[in-house]
């Protein structure tokens, strides 16, 4: 039996930009595996799939019929394929206390060892989120056995007070999965992909942590999916070319802890914020 492989201070990492389909988990979980099976071809020590890559994005009512629980069979050829690298999946999570959370699921070594579920679910614009999915509580790392991960799902990341909130104590990596639309223009990169290539960029160099994006691709519904994946290291450099912007790919970037810390001396930005400022706003608008 395959098992994961000692931690290492440098390993790959693998961003899987697929196009997933609506309702249809045995069509998107081929699509799993044969990233997988690509991405360990590459040497990576971590994959990383898009926000709901199991079940598709534009569920709505749907959301209800496609939730999983961490037991459901579709879920098993998943943790036998992380016994040799972990994988990070995005799913409907069905709640025990009842609800479904927008939640991306960690495994490593054939197990669960640990779930971000979204904490801003928009409401504004094509999205509908608050209406099928319960909020998560908690921003928490998820450790696996190369490190610690900030895990966040899409419009987490639009709040960059979470990329602050993880550089406190500061994680070894943020890894940010999404499913993000674009408009139709002219060019390479559609404007979406732009955008957060600009957010991905601002996370990583305030926070001084390389960032991992991980964005689907294909139509859904008549909505266009951007891609554009990519990976920025804590100073703003690129760590591999971003993605195609409508192609399905692996893209693998290196990840560094010494390339990490060498940052962080450089540039101790974290370590001088200031947490009283944010205590007095807190306390100015409950007043």
Same mark, same amino acid.
């Given at each position: 039996?395959?098992?994961?492989?000692?931690?290492?201070?440098?390993? *790959?990492?693998?961003?899987?930009? &697929?196009?997933?389909?609506?309702?249809?988990?045995?069509?998107?979980?081929?699509?799993?595996?044969?990233?997988?099976?690509?991405?360990?071809?590459?040497?990576?020590? #971590?994959?990383?799939?898009?926000?709901? +890559?199991? +079940?598709?994005?534009?569920?709505?009512?749907?959301?209800?019929?496609?939730?999983?629980?961490?037991?459901? *069979?579709?879920?098993?050829?998943?943790?036998?394929?992380?016994?040799?690298?972990?994988? =990070?999946?995005?799913?409907?999570?069905?709640?025990?206390?009842?609800?479904?959370?927008?939640?991306?699921?960690? =495994?490593?070594?054939?197990?669960?060892?640990?779930? %971000?579920?979204?904490?801003?679910?928009?409401?504004?614009?094509?999205?509908?989120?608050?209406?099928?999915?319960?909020? !998560?509580? $908690?921003?928490?790392? =998820?450790?696996?056995?190369?490190?610690?991960?900030?895990? #966040?799902? /899409?419009?987490?990341?639009? %709040?960059?007070?979470?990329?602050?909130?993880?550089?406190?104590?500061?994680?070894?990596?943020? &890894?940010?999965?999404?499913? !993000?639309?674009?408009? &139709?223009?002219? !060019?390479?990169?559609?404007?979406?992909?732009?955008? @957060? %290539?600009?957010?991905?960029?601002?996370?990583?160099?305030?926070?001084?942590?390389?960032?991992?994006?991980?964005?689907?691709?294909?139509?859904?519904?008549?909505?266009?999916?951007?891609?554009?994946?990519?990976?920025?290291?804590?100073?703003?450099?690129?760590?591999?070319?971003?993605?195609?912007? /409508?192609?399905?790919?692996?893209?693998?970037?290196?990840?560094?802890? *010494?390339?990490?810390? @060498?940052?962080?001396?450089?540039?101790?930005?974290? $370590?001088?914020? $200031?947490?009283? =400022?944010?205590?007095?706003?807190?306390?100015?608008?409950?007043?």
């Amino acid at each position: 039996m395959k098992t994961i492989p000692p931690a290492t201070d440098e390993f *790959p990492v693998a961003l899987a930009q &697929i196009a997933t389909r609506p309702g249809q988990p045995r069509h998107n979980l081929r699509r799993h595996l044969e990233a997988i099976s690509r991405a360990r071809s590459a040497g990576a020590r #971590l994959v990383v799939f898009p926000e709901l +890559s199991l +079940s598709g994005y534009l569920l709505n009512h749907g959301v209800a019929e496609a939730a999983m629980t961490l037991d459901d *069979p579709l879920l098993a050829p998943l943790r036998e394929a992380s016994r040799d690298l972990a994988i =990070l999946v995005g799913l409907p999570l069905r709640e025990a206390g009842g609800g479904i959370s927008n939640a991306a699921v960690l =495994l490593e070594g054939g197990r669960v060892c640990g779930i %971000h579920r979204k904490l801003y679910l928009p409401t504004y614009g094509m999205f509908d989120e608050g209406r099928f999915f319960v909020a !998560g509580r $908690r921003l928490e790392p =998820l450790t696996f056995n190369f490190g610690t991960l900030g895990v #966040l799902i /899409c419009e987490d990341a639009w %709040h960059l007070s979470s990329s602050v909130f993880l550089s406190h104590p500061p994680v070894d990596a943020i &890894i940010v999965v999404a499913g !993000g639309p674009s408009e &139709i223009e002219d !060019g390479p990169v559609p404007a979406g992909a732009r955008r @957060w %290539h600009w957010l991905v960029g601002a996370m990583a160099i305030t926070s001084v942590t390389p960032v991992y994006f991980a964005n689907r691709c294909g139509w859904e519904e008549g909505v266009l999916f951007g891609g554009g994946s990519w990976a920025v290291d804590g100073r703003g450099a690129s760590l591999v070319e971003a993605a195609p912007a /409508c192609q399905e790919t692996v893209l693998v970037a290196p990840f560094s802890r *010494p390339a990490v810390a @060498w940052a962080r001396t450089l540039v101790p930005v974290p $370590r001088m914020e $200031r947490f009283e =400022l944010w205590r007095a706003a807190l306390e100015n608008a409950g007043a």
